[in-house]
């Protein structure tokens, strides 16, 4: 297996375990919604219950994530997170509360209280889910760095019309992505929201907050739609980066990213549609009818259209970590990849993924079963 | 905050050594807390698992009860684990972008396997472990039980190779047209013995801690004449546990010791205070005489009982092999083949100053000049490393710090052997409620074990030190280049966070301590 080959399987990886993430993030879209949802604290032990027993998973998969980029992309790992450092000290902040967060929310003796550790949650779940779509913005837009492979020199915000935020600009720097930065976050934001409610609506028993759950499903996903059609809209008609497959000079080219949806038979275009015809369909079967196969039909919907943002940003001849400061020191998935050996590796390690969903999958299986009245007042609970 | 804020944005990394001692106080700080509880996880995760299958091969409810009280500690104690754990991941990339950049190739590799073998696992039966007991069958529960506990100690197996490879880095090469290291054979690296040993220590090490959780909590109970058959129960378990890992403990202290020396002479000598390098090296238990320096030959360096030979039995498991001391190490010993520090840097040089010109060469497509600094590089690239020390002392690490902190773990080592030994034989005559101050001294045995596992890692980092990989790449080179306040005011965040957190921990897992096993009195 060549290692150009090697290159392109490991972007599939990272933009499965992306789709993953982002299926998984219902629960930081159940967090961000859980005020609204619970009005006394029956309900509230119905919400965090639910999505309680869950959290992990959504971690794991954000851990997973990090570790296949380090291991696959390890360029990516230091230019990014060594570059848009508060982006991702933030980011984490986030996740580290999150993880007591549900554990501690109900304990005697918590010291800062029911209130904090929900505000914690609530706090993962929305600023949390608004920069890493900021962050994933970055990957069509760019970031303000210059990397020298050879001294290791990486300096960050080194555009002279750039602001330098270690980060933090991606959200503030108008000329240069923030608006579609922004409105990625915020899509992804309403998005998660919109599966966070239907999960609530696919594993609760109690009657009066399924209701509020369609019914937040269903604005969530009105005020959704705009932010989708808007990045949708941007991204085909942006300045895309360009990379020449035979210099691997990098150029910004208009209409870049149209071009590569429609490259190769459009499969990205149609991984892109399918996902989105199916998202419709899950939140009409599970906001307007109620249907608790809505949850599913949805989130199957978001893993594809997922899957097809982050392989237009990877494959078809694309910088997957522009730089807007310096455009040669762009990331490509050749030049911030692991070595031959390296990849090969981990493309064995790889055939374990299969067992691991199959794990995963039968584990969610046995505990299928709706959080009822029994598993509200049990002493375990959160 | 406008000052923060202009500070942030200014790139000139003004204060190269500012920011790596900031973001090595950062790892040390996150680390350590991060260590408080993971060893009980690794630990409890297993003897919780033992526990229940007590209950599934029994069922009596008695041990269902017990199981439930030590499985709710274990997750108030799992939450803080988890949410510390994942700062580390992180920090590779924020404060340790040059780490990452040159050592990702190799390193990134069993963080990814980590995840996939040993998160998920977690993950996935932790939560029917914990939630299950109505749900599934007993029979799947108690499965779901062990795959948690086989789960994060897996978890530990692959921190631990990608720890074992900055001690001892292995299955690697530099590669000069990418100026990083890459891997060239993963078995090396996942099977050296430096990994298992560590892994096989680290292991023992926290089953022990678990083990004086467990004592030290049931000691309390009996003190106090609280749930006594409930404190019985569980402080045999805790005793016998002890027992077996503080022998397990001597011995695969004892393989450690000897890959250390072997493969880490500047950290063995650290440790044992070792100046000038002998045939048939002593030990010397006591207190490194302070006003000693890297260079004098003649001044006692230990001042303390000796055990004559030790060192060497230790290191080369042969009464009078040849350990190498702190002075041989940095001015060589031409009798047994050490080159002089000086002479490592010289060469390591001559590597980087190679790799530099076979790209100029590169760049006018020089193939013939090319060609030669490859050979070159390749020829010196084993000291590529040292051609970045400033100072030949540097390849030293602070004695002191690593001096006492070996000592400290020795000796509650050896004090666990013996107590527990005693303990064990007043369990089997059921005599433990006889004598209060052994029960006294049970009670505190968490935190010794908490002084020894700490001192074991501060031995074996500092240690490591000047080194991110031992040998390879330099500390000072391994940071990102940032301007000091971002990594200052990211250390204070998480300080904040880490007091609050600790303190909540600690009063939750009080409180339930103080509510004891009769919350779980319903399942008896």
């Known amino acids: ?382 | 905050m406008e000052h923060f804020l202009a500070t942030v944005a200014t790139d000139a990394v003004a204060n190269v050594s500012g920011v790596v001692n900031w973001a090595r106080a950062q790892f040390a700080m996150t680390i350590i807390f991060h260590f408080l509880f993971v060893p009980i996880t690794l630990g409890m995760s297993v003897l919780v698992a033992i526990m229940q299958t007590m209950y599934y091969k029994t069922g009596k409810k008695e041990w269902k009860a017990t199981t439930k009280f030590w499985q709710k500690l274990l997750a108030i104690n799992v939450a803080i684990g988890i949410a510390t754990g994942i700062i580390h991941e992180f920090e590779f990339g924020t404060n340790w972008s040059n780490y990452s950049w040159v050592m990702g190739d190799v390193f990134g590799a069993p963080l990814a396997i980590e995840g996939i073998f040993a998160f998920f696992m977690e993950a996935s039966f932790g939560v029917v472990s914990l939630f299950g007991w109505k749900r599934v069958g007993k029979r799947f529960h108690l499965f779901s039980t062990w795959m948690f506990a086989i789960g994060t100690n897996l978890s530990g197996l692959w921190i631990i190779v990608a720890n074992s490879f900055m001690q001892h880095p292995s299955g690697y090469k530099l590669n000069i047209e990418t100026a990083r290291a890459e891997m060239v054979d993963f078995s090396r690296i996942a099977l050296q013995p430096k990994a298992i040993d560590t892994f096989l220590h680290q292991m023992s090490s926290a089953y022990m801690l678990s083990a004086t959780f467990m004592i030290t909590i049931s000691a309390y109970y009996l003190l106090r004449k609280r749930h006594i058959t409930f404190a019985k129960r569980s402080i045999a378990v805790g005793i016998t546990f002890a027992l077996l890992n503080a022998y397990f403990l001597f011995l695969v202290g004892d393989m450690q010791a000897a890959t250390v020396t072997n493969m880490q002479p500047t950290k063995m000598a650290a440790a044992e205070g070792l100046f000038k390098g002998e045939e048939g090296a002593p030990i010397v238990m006591g207190m490194l005489n302070p006003s000693i320096k890297i260079g004098d030959n003649d001044k006692t360096a230990v001042f303390g009982i000796p055990f004559p030979k030790g060192l060497s039995l230790l290191g080369k498991h042969s009464l009078n092999a040849f350990i190498p001391g702190i002075n041989d190490l940095v001015y060589g010993n031409k009798k047994y083949g050490i080159l002089p520090a000086k002479e490592l840097m010289k060469r390591g040089k001559v590597a980087i100053d190679a790799m530099y010109a076979y790209h100029a060469a590169k760049k006018i497509k020089n193939t013939s000049e090319m060609k030669k600094q490859k050979d070159i590089f390749e020829k010196h690239s084993k000291y590529f490393g040292y051609g970045h020390l400033k100072n030949e002392k540097d390849i030293i690490p602070p004695i002191s710090t690593v001096f006492y902190s070996f000592h400290i773990m020795v000796g509650i080592g050896s004090f666990f052997m013996l107590f527990f030994l005693f303990m064990y034989v007043k369990v089997r005559k059921n005599q433990i409620l006889e004598n209060k101050l052994f029960l006294k001294i049970s009670s505190i045995t968490l935190w010794l074990s908490y002084i020894g596992i700490v001192t074991g890692w501060t031995m074996a980092e500092v240690g490591r030190q000047p080194w991110t990989v031992f040998g390879v790449l330099p500390t000072s080179k391994s940071a990102t280049p940032i301007h000091l306040t971002n990594v200052k005011a990211t250390f204070f965040i998480f300080l904040t966070l880490f007091v609050i957190l600790g303190f909540a921990e600690l009063k939750m897992m009080l409180k339930q301590i103080k509510l004891g096993p009769d919350s779980h009195e319903e399942e008896v």
């Open chain 1, 1 to 382: 297996m060549t290692h150009s080959v090697l290159q392109h399987y490991w972007w599939f990886i990272i933009s499965l375990l992306g789709a993953m993430l982002v299926f998984m993030m219902f629960v930081q879209g159940g967090q961000s919604l859980a005020m609204q949802l619970a009005k006394d604290e029956e309900e509230e032990k119905y919400v965090y219950n639910s999505l309680g027993r869950k959290w992990e998973l959504g971690f794991t998969v954000l851990v997973m994530f990090g570790g296949a980029l380090y291991a696959a992309f390890p360029l990516f790992y230091s230019v990014s997170f060594g570059g848009a450092y508060w982006v991702w000290y933030i980011i984490l902040f986030s996740f580290v509360v999150q993880a007591v967060g549900y554990e501690y929310r109900t304990k005697p003796d918590n010291i800062l209280g029911k209130k904090v550790y929900q505000g914690f949650l609530y706090f993962n779940g929305f600023i949390g889910t608004i920069l890493l779509g900021v962050a994933v913005g970055t990957f069509f837009t760019g970031s303000n760095f210059s990397v020298n492979g050879i001294t290791r020199e990486l300096t960050w915000g080194v555009a002279k019309d750039g602001i330098n935020l270690r980060g933090l600009e991606a959200a503030i720097s108008f000329n240069h992505g923030a608006l579609f930065n922004l409105i990625f976050g915020l899509m992804l934001l309403f998005l998660v929201r919109v599966t966070g409610a239907l999960w609530v609506n696919n594993n609760i028993t109690n009657e009066a907050v399924k209701e509020k759950a369609q019914k937040l499903a269903k604005i969530n996903f009105f005020i959704l739609l705009p932010f989708l059609l808007a990045m949708l809209i941007m991204l085909v008609t942006m300045k895309g980066y360009f990379v020449d497959p035979k210099t691997q000079v990098v150029s910004l080219v208009d209409g870049h990213y149209l071009n590569s949806l429609l490259a190769g038979g459009a499969y990205k275009l149609i991984i892109l549609l399918i996902g989105a015809v199916t998202f419709v369909y899950g939140v009409f079967a599970g906001a307007f009818q109620g249907k608790r196969i809505g949850f599913w039909i949805a989130n199957v919907g978001v893993l594809f259209v997922v899957l097809a943002i982050f392989m237009t940003a990877g494959y078809g001849n694309s910088a997957f970590y522009p730089s807007y400061a310096d455009l040669q020191s762009s990331l490509t998935i050749q030049n911030a990849s692991g070595s031959l050996v390296g990849l090969r590796t981990m493309f064995y390690v790889s055939f374990a993924i299969p067992f691991v969903l199959l794990e995963v999958g039968y584990t969610w299986y046995v505990m299928r079963k709706p959080i009822n009245k029994e598993d509200v007042e049990d002493k375990h609970a959160y």
